[in-house]
């Protein structure tokens, strides 16, 4: 079964304003997760498979977080819980229909207040200039 990645942090994933090392962090989030986000494994258990200490990984995660791609949801009793996931817009599928479907999904829970939107920056391209493009040459 081919898994399909939400396009809208996959594909500018570089452009994150996050370190090099939390990118690549992410990707192992990414890698390890259920289709849908879910993030089953535990601090420590990531902190071992990827080789640094649990303090490591929350520090990576820390920035995720601040942006939203990682959750922390909220327990029952309002406190929040010892588990992760990822946004819905940045997690990966198992097909286009399931993904459409999360996201249809997660942009009424976002509209009624009940999921956090992704923090992410607004990207634009820089204007040409008034003279229009520059004039290249090979030397």
């Known amino acids: 079964m081919a898994e399909v990645l939400s396009p809208i942090v ?11 090392a939390a990118v690549k962090f992410l990707a192992y989030l990414v890698s390890t997760s259920e289709f849908g986000g879910e993030l089953t494994n535990r601090q420590k258990d990531m902190a071992r498979e990827y ?3 649990p303090q490591a990984v929350s520090y990576l995660m820390a920035p995720l977080r601040e942006l939203n791609i990682v959750l922390r949801p909220v327990s029952e009793d309002g406190r929040q819980g010892n588990s992760y996931r990822l946004h ?8 286009h229909t399931s993904m459409e479907n999360a996201f249809k999904e997660a942009l009424s829970q976002i509209k009624a207040g009940e999921l956090p939107n992704l923090k992410l ?3 634009s391209s820089t ?3 008034a003279e229009g493009p520059p004039k290249l040459r090979v030397a």
């Not at 996959?10 to 090099?20: E, N």
């Not at 819905?88 to 097909?95: E, N, V």
């Open 127 to 129: 204007p040409p200039t």
């Open 51 to 53: 080789g640094i200490t």
């Open 88 to 95: 819905p817009f940045a997690a990966k599928y198992d097909s």
């Open 10 to 20: 996959s594909d500018r994933i570089w452009a994150l304003p996050v370190s090099g």
């Open 121 to 123: 920056p607004k990207y």
